[in-house]
């Protein structure tokens, strides 16, 4: 009885992280539309990718051969904070922006969507990558086009499949979407000018509490 | 806490100041002899750091201040127009405005040239600049003022004067000032003169005109173009001429190939090696790589700014070029194949640093400049550093890879974070065949193209070995998978037959 119900637990998990994603590589439309209206789709996955994505992206800086990034580090050392706050900082962006664009142009989307659909679309960009990163500490300097291939093929991927599964979560059509992109990308610029701005701001009132506090150290105390 | 912060630069200056003292330490307390400039100006070497980027790394003296030369010292009255100064066998040349020198190998004032009986004729110098000495010992010196070159033997008696050479373009009255001038074995003469634009002029052994060689090409910029478009007939001819911008220097290598400096800050070719086409074939590492320096300020107050000046080549007799930049008054030396050996000198009257320098030549293993600002002759000697990095060039060069290896490994224990000289030492385990120990150096050295060809061949060789168990494996899989299908058939068949049996 443990068994069937380990092994029913397995399947499930293989179907969670395997058989979905991949249903939903070979069938985007149907495959985001089941994850919208069906509830197939599962923070548990969403979670996991992201862990792994960041983890491939800290095995990028230090596994990638030495003939494809032609420098060599005696250790290799990665700020792992600062490469994971890189990885998931677009990620962040690109669901806030889209997620306010698309809540006042009748996107029917809700946050965690987006949020779904990004995750479903990295599966096979972080695929690509982990090949190329394979690959490039097998190859000489004349075959390195084949891991530059898989690096951006991954990309064009991951672009690809966030658009189509953004238009389906959204119910929007091809013409919509292209000017939901292109909105988006105009959010994410006000987005993080609105950051940078508070940081400047912060940064100057932080200053002048400090200076102040200095100003009575030294001359009232 | 506030105290303490107040009180930090104060400890931090009297800590720096104590080991300055430390440094200024008479010899004895430290046991071995300590040579007079401890306070060394800087020198480094251009490392590539991967990816095309090359970074300066300081490095050991390749060459130390030896002494200075004034002109009490040599013999003479003034210094004011140093030119250039040159060496052969034992003796030194220097032009010194209308003055020819001529000193031993000590540099003591053997003979001061001021004139020479032409046709019978004496005539005074006019202030002279270029010198060469060719192979044989004659001596060739340009006459700016005069517009010749003035061929002398090795005894200082005149062979020849080389005026304006006949047929030299179509206008026989333009300006034509021999500035620098070089000679190959062949006899052959280099020419760079001013008011002449069309490149080198090359006169032949008999001293009649040859050809201009080497024209450096006019880059207009886009604008400058686009600004001409619109222009009238008559605001093109009151414009300015596009001129070329002319060599500065030159030297000739023993294989006869000219080295030529351009004094032109903003391009990244300032040393052409020519070939007989008048081409370009100095080697360069990275398509980033350009002689002088890669990392300079751009603004900055009281200091140079921007990038080297090349205004002296030098080259040896295997391979390495020495080039200076008027603009820091450094001295860069590349190997054959344009990587950076080592980069040192500075700007000020300090002992090792240099003002305005006009000429450099190599002695021997001494390094001997001419410096009109500081109006004094400066000498250079060879360190152990300097001596195991050119011997190491050296060869290399003459594919002497084992002997390279050694020198290499010398220079990696003076100095570790020289890239290069990994990647010589890698080279030379590369034609041992031991491809997988040079991949490391390869890599310290950041070399990926060598990497490449080094790991091409180790994969080829794994490929070799493990050939038979690659391919019994696959087609052992093979087999597995086309017995399983034929099974499964063999099972379904009985089915299909029971069915159409029924039926």
Known sequence: MTALVNKHKIGKFKELMLDFPLYIISRPFKGFDEMKFQGRGSMIYAVLILLVFGLVRIWEIMGTGFIYIEFFWEVPSVHVPWVLAFAYAPIALVCVANWSITSITDGKGKLKEIFLVYCYALFPAIVCTMIAIVLSNYVTIDETAFVTFFFVFGQILLYFYLFLGL??????????????????????????????????????????????????????? | MSRITRVMPGMAISVLMALVLALCVPVSVFGDPVPRNRLMPESYVYNHVGGGFFYPFPAPLPYRFSHSMYAHDIGVDSFMHLGEVEYHDGRFFITNGNTLIVTDDELRAITVLEGIYVDGQWENFSPLDGIFITATGDILVAEPDAGRVIHLDENLDL?????????????????????????????????IAEGVFEGIVEINPDGSFNRFFGVVDVHPTAWELFRRRFQTNAQRIRTRVWLPNNFSNIAIDPAGFVFATLSDPGSDVSVKKLNFQGENILRRPHTNHFVGDMEFNNIGIGIPQGPSIISIVQVTDFGVYYVFDNNRNRIFAYDQDGHNLFAFGGTGTREGTMLTVTGMTMAGNRLVFADRGNRSIEIFERTEYGDMVLAAADRQFRHDYMGAAYYWGEVIRLNPFFNYAHVGVGISLYRQGYYEESMIYFQRGQDVSFFSMAYQRVRAGAMYRHFNTIMTIVTIVIVIYILQKIIRRVMARPRQKQRSGAA
């Not at chain 2, 020849?160 to 006949?166: D, H, S």
């Open chain 1, 167 to 221: 238009l389906v979560i959204h119910e929007f059509s091809f013409t919509k979407g292209i000017v939901m992109v292109l909105l988006t990308m105009l959010a994410m610029l006000i987005i993080i000018f609105v950051l940078a701005l508070f940081v400047m701001l912060v940064s100057e009132v932080v200053g002048f509490i400090i200076t102040l506090i200095q100003e009575t150290e030294t001359n009232l105390l």
């Open chain 2, 159 to 191: 062979v020849r004067v080389l005026g304006r050479p006949e047929g030299m373009g179509t206008d026989e009255t333009g300006t034509y000032r021999p500035r620098k001038v070089a000679a190959d074995s062949h006899g052959r003469i280099y020419v």
